[in-house]
């Protein structure tokens, strides 16, 4: 089970399982993508090939599909029953499914499925906002509530972090620097306390929180 945001997120994993499946690394094993949204927007990646960057054009052309987000154990989910019907199968699948933080949409349904069953497992692919249900999935803890009733979390927990769509503190800190001289002020207003501080802390030694008075003196 993996909570996705349906812009880029499902889209980027897809792609990644298509890799995995074309090196044989996938097995046998269904995949589904239950978001309306994510299939509209697969569809306008869809439509725009020229934007593909030069990894997606290799992988296009040593595999021989044109399509990098369509193969044969992928199915994209439509209807309210076809999502139902997920929920009721025994053998073994992949379901990706919005929201990204698990707290609105399809995905809390299939959670609702998941969480109690130590078989299952619930990976967490990115950043997950404070006193969100995919934050508390993400901190293991050992009840959720869901639809207003509280499940113990028994389901496995996996983190991939890596598929965050945010830059990093480096990457900021390197697009702010040439800015800090012109701009001298700059406000840290999203992200966890720790993070947030570290951010803050790198901005103020690029010269950020300093101003200039009009005599030439500088705090």
Known sequence: ????????????????????MHAGELGDVRIYVDSPLALNVTEAFRMHPECYDDETRGFIMDSG??????????HYV????????????????????????????????HLLHAVEDPRNAIVIAGWQAPNTLGRRIAERSPEVKIFGDTYPLRAEVYELYA?????????????????????????????????????AEGLRGLGYGRWRSRSGASR
């Open 78 to 109: 439509r209807t309210v029953d076809e999502s139902k019907a997920l929920n009721t199968t025994r053998n073994p699948l992949v379901i990706i499914s919005a929201s990204g933080m698990a707290e609105a949409g399809r995905v809390q349904h």
């Open 163 to 199: 598929y965050s769509a945010h830059a990093d503190r480096d990457d900021l800190l390197r697009w702010a620097a040439p800015q800090a001289s012109a701009v001298g002020q700059a406000y840290v207003v999203h992200g966890d306390p720790e993070p947030a501080a570290a951010l």
């Open 65 to 74: 599909d044109t399509d990098p987000f369509g193969f044969g154990l992928l």
């Open 1 to 20: 089970m993996i909570p996705a945001f349906a812009v880029g997120r499902p889209q980027e994993i897809v792609y990644h399982l298509h890799q995995a």
